[in-house]
T-cell receptor
Framework: QKEVEQNSGPLSVPEGAIASLNCTYS??????FFWYRQYSGKSPELIMS????GDKEDGRFTAQLNKASQYVSLLIRDSQPSDSATYLC??????????FGAGTRLFVKA | NAGVTQTPKFQVLKTGQSMTLQCAQD?????MYWYRQDPGMGLRLIYY???????DKGEVPNGYNVSRLNKREFSLRLESAAPSQTSVYFC???????????????FGNGTRLTVT
């Protein structure tokens, strides 16, 4: 079992819809969780961090964390074509090792 | 503020050649990381340095060596390049990592390496 797993994708949604991206992790001791966005040919950029169970909202983005289920998700409301990118879930394990999922490619159709 | 700077941006090597990828950060971050990214495989951790003077293996360390030269610089060396090391390499840093809290990673722009 990979330490961090994401929906294999690709995920295609129409413009204005909600995109839902999911991630599960194996280390029960993990305390910090991150979502990065990566455009083709570019480096990853942080879009959300979450540290406590529940929801965290930032603009059109909402991160949801459930440590009991070892599950973290990202919702993108009112999806725009500019949201088309690969979304990477990242979970530090054992303190210093940040492990990434394989990423989910999102396509937003205009 | 440059952030994380990687050199070179592109490199082509022949099988068996060696090279060093350079990374420097000017954010006074404690921890530094090297990742490789292959199509469909996300980012895989090669080596990391939790603090100046320490280095540890990540998920895919074979064929690589690293040096944490000082707090700012963390280099990745390929001693004898192989076609399987063709990839995009990212250096990253973060200010704080503990067992209960990690700050986010800041990434460099990447090095695209081709080994023929």
């Amino acid at each position: 079992q990979k330490e961090v797993e994401q929906n294999s994708g690709p995920l295609s949604v129409p413009e204005g819809a909600i995109a839902s991206l999911n991630c599960t992790y194996s280390d029960r001791g993990s305390q910090s969780f991150f979502w990065y966005r990566q455009y083709s040919g570019k480096s990853p950029e942080l879009i959300m961090s979450i540290y406590s169970n529940g929801d965290k909202e930032d603009g059109r983005f909402t991160a949801q964390l459930n440590k009991a289920s070892q599950y973290v998700s990202l919702l993108i409301r009112d999806s725009q074509p500019s949201d088309s990118a690969t979304y990477l879930c990242a979970v530090p394990t054992g303190g210093f090792k940040t492990i990434f999922g394989a990423g989910t490619r999102l396509f937003v159709k205009a | 503020n440059a952030g994380v700077t990687q050199t070179p941006k592109f490199q082509v090597l022949k099988t068996g050649q060696s090279m060093t990828l350079q990374c420097a950060q000017d954010m006074n971050h404690n921890s530094m990381y090297w990742y490789r990214q292959d199509p469909g495989m996300g980012l895989r951790l090669i080596y990391y340095s939790a603090s100046e003077g320490t280095t540890d293996k990540g998920e895919v360390p074979n064929g690589y060596n690293v040096s944490r030269l000082n707090k700012r610089e963390f280099s990745l060396r390929l001693e004898s390049a192989a076609p399987s090391q063709t990839s995009v390499y990212f250096c990253a840093s973060l200010v704080q990592a503990t067992s209960s809290y990690n700050s986010p990673l800041h990434f460099g722009n990447g090095t695209r390496l081709t080994v023929t």
